[in-house]
T-cell receptor
Framework: AQSVTQLGSHVSVSEGALVLLRCNYS??????LFWYVQYPNQGLQLLLKYTTGATLVKGINGFEAEFKKSETSFHLTKPSAHMSDAAEYFC???????????FGAGTTVTVRA | DSGVTQTPKHLITATGQRVTLRCSPR?????VYWYQQSLDQGLQFLIQYYNGEERAKGNILERFSAQQFPDLHSELNLSSLELGDSALYFC?????????????FGQGTRLTVV
């Protein structure tokens, strides 16, 4: 079975500062990893995904994540936060022999002016 | 716009009642997933259908059922509703069956049971 732990339910950053959201996964098979963003009263939108190949993955809106197998991590970063980045972010994992996505508890990002 | 359509967007109903949530997947997607999002449980996988057949079951209550029709739209039926069933219900679709294929989510149906 696969599972995800997101460290920190709430992160507050200043506009222009680095955004770092932590995600650790547990998987008995090679994982597929995803980051989704949810804006208020919206559905989930895919930011980026890791399947195979390059471990540094670039996504939309300037976000990127690095898959580190040795650390079982898939942390999400953005060099410079914008006010529009305020949202809830979910890390998700799916095993290669699995159908469903397993989500973390989510991290709410607040951006201070 | 993800291309996944869910109706209705909001639903308010009384305890003990039955409701049906509808999902139209993206054009060409064969897989449909249902998730429940609540404050205390987070995002919980309920059930998945692939090309009309049930493929995976998660934390879905016996009072809940789903199906996928030949035109690939799906319905989630919730019966004998309880206050605790109040949540946001998401439908997602993907082209293939699991693996590295990303799922595209609809805007959700917010169910309030009073």
């Amino acid at each position: 079975a696969q599972s995800v732990t997101q460290l920190g339910s709430h992160v507050s950053v200043s506009e222009g500062a680095l955004v770092l959201l932590r995600c650790n996964y547990s998987s008995s098979v090679p994982p597929y990893l995803f980051w989704y963003v949810q804006y208020p009263n919206q559905g989930l939108q895919l930011l980026l995904k890791y399947t195979t190949g390059a471990t540094l993955v670039k996504g939309i809106n300037g976000f990127e994540a690095e898959f580190k197998k040795s650390e079982t991590s898939f942390h999400l970063t953005k060099p410079s936060a914008h006010m529009s980045d305020a949202a809830e972010y979910f890390c998700a994992v799916r095993g290669s022999n699995d159908y469903k996505l397993s989500f973390g508890a989510g991290t709410t990002v607040t951006v201070r002016a | 716009d993800s291309g996944v359509t869910q109706t209705p967007k909001h639903l308010i109903t009384a305890t003990g009642q039955r409701v049906t949530l509808r999902c139209s997947p993206r054009s060409g997607d064969l897989s449909v997933y249902w998730y429940q999002q609540s404050l205390d449980q987070g995002l919980q996988f309920l059930i998945q259908y692939y090309n009309g057949e049930e493929r995976a079951k998660g934390n879905i209550l016996e009072r809940f059922s789903a199906q996928q029709f030949p035109d690939l739209h799906s319905e989630l039926n919730l019966s004998s509703l309880e206050l605790g069933d109040s949540a946001l219900y998401f439908c997602a679709s993907s082209a293939l069956n699991g693996g590295g294929t990303e799922a595209f989510f609809g805007q959700g149906t917010r169910l309030t049971v009073v």
